[in-house]
C-alpha cells in the first residue's frame, strides 16, 4: 500500500521545479540601480558588522536612498536578506536543473538526493547569518520562502522517483528539518559541516532503503 497519501502527479517530473523559483521581475532603470545599490550597501555593512548589528537606516544612509524607498522595495531586514540570498540560491537552482550529476541531471535519485543535501548544507554554512534572519523573521516564516518550497519540491521529487510508496512530501520536510538555520547556528561549533553531510546522507539513503517495509 502506498504511504503517499497526497496528489503525485502535480509535481511528478523535475520540470515543475522552475515553477517554485523565483520570478523575474521587469524594472524600470532607476529602480534597477537603487535596488542595485542597496544590495550592494547591505552585503558591505553585513560583511563588516555582522547582520544582527545592521539597522535599515544604515543601509537606507550608505546606499543613498529614502528610508521609505527601502521599506517599500524590501519591506523589513528579513525581506533585505531573502533579496541577497536570491542570486546564489539561482546558481544552486541551476545546479539542481541543469548541471552535471550527481547534482544535476543524470544520477540516480538517492545519489541526487545525497548530493543535493551535501550541497545545501556549504550552500547554508556559507550564508548562516542571511538565511538564519529570513527563516526566523516571524513564526513559521521558513515554510512560506519561496526557497524552502523549491528545495522541499526538489527533494520530494527525488524521493518520489526513487520510492513512489513513500510519503515524499512528509519525508521532504522530515530530511530538511536538520538544515533549519535555527537549529544549524546552534550547532555549527559542536557539529561541523562534513558530520551533518554525512549524517544525512546516511540518514536519507536509509530512509530510501527501509522506509517502504516499515
Do not use: C
Amino acid at each position: 500500500m502506498s504511504g503517499n497519501t497526497g496528489p503525485r502527479s502535480a509535481y511528478s517530473t523535475e520540470a515543475e521545479l522552475v515553477r517554485f523559483g523565483k520570478p523575474e521581475r521587469a524594472e524600470r532603470a532607476d529602480a534597477a540601480r537603487n535596488r542595485a545599490r542597496v544590495l550592494d550597501a547591505a552585503r558591505a555593512l553585513f560583511r563588516a558588522h555582522g547582520v544582527d548589528s545592521v539597522t535599515m537606516d544604515q543601509v537606507a544612509a550608505a546606499a543613498g536612498v529614502g528610508k521609505g524607498t527601502l521599506f517599500r522595495r524590501f519591506g523589513d531586514k528579513a525581506g533585505l536578506a531573502v533579496a541577497l540570498l536570491d542570486a546564489r540560491e539561482r546558481d544552486l537552482q541551476t545546479a539542481i536543473l541543469s548541471g552535471p550529476p550527481p547534482l544535476g541531471p543524470g544520477a540516480a535519485p538517492a545519489d541526487r538526493l545525497v548530493a543535493f543535501l551535501a550541497a545545501y548544507v556549504d550552500f547554508l554554512d556559507e550564508n548562516l547569518d542571511l538565511v538564519h534572519l529570513s527563516e526566523t523573521a516571524r513564526p513559521g516564516a521558513r515554510y512560506d520562502i519561496g526557497a524552502y518550497r523549491l528545495w522541499h519540491r526538489h527533494v520530494a521529487v527525488l524521493i518520489d522517483q526513487a520510492d513512489p510508496d513513500l510519503d515524499a512530501d512528509y519525508l521532504a520536510h522530515a530530511l530538511l528539518a536538520p538544515l533549519a538555520a535555527d537549529q544549524r547556528m546552534a550547532l555549527h561549533e559542536d557539529i561541523g559541516p562534513a558530520r551533518v553531510r554525512a549524517g544525512l546522507a546516511t540518514l536519507a539513503r536509509s530512509i530510501l532503503t527501509n522506509g517502504s517495509a516499515t
